[in-house]
């Protein structure tokens, strides 16, 4: 199918993304306008590649081009500790300390009762289950200093402090 209006259909797909509003989307699609074909080429691409290639690990549920990770996948990591994040990027900082010898596991958020995120919302269940499979002496959560952070963490600690392993919190 044609498009009757390329640059408005661009223009429209820009402003869907978070932060962009219709003035940056007309400047982003002019922009793209400019450029020679190889970079529309390349963007597209780009967005499609990470689109197809990119997905969840179904162990930690960091982000992965191959299931599982490269870090659950590691023999050299310790698999007694977990270290349980937000978000896939606090894993990026995290590895870049290079202080964390464990594996990770990913909330992929937190749980914000007014914004209609509970516990069932998370990868909580996931974690526990790995939990309950054994060997995990120690659980580090290394969550966000916010009131949701702070929130999950409670509720963490709670229900995987009642199945034996140690909780600790990263301050
Ligand atoms: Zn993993």
Redesign the pocket.
Known sequence: MAAADPLGDLVAALQRLPGIGARSAERLAFHILREPRAYAAELAQAILDVKDKVTH?G??F?L?ERD??G??ADPRRDRAEIWVLEQPKDVIALEATGLVRGVYHVLLGHIAPLEGIGPEHLTIDPLITRVRAGGVREIVLALNPTLEGDGTALYLAEQLGKRGVKVSRLA
């Open positions: 690990c162990t930690c960091n992965t599982p990770c870090i659950c």
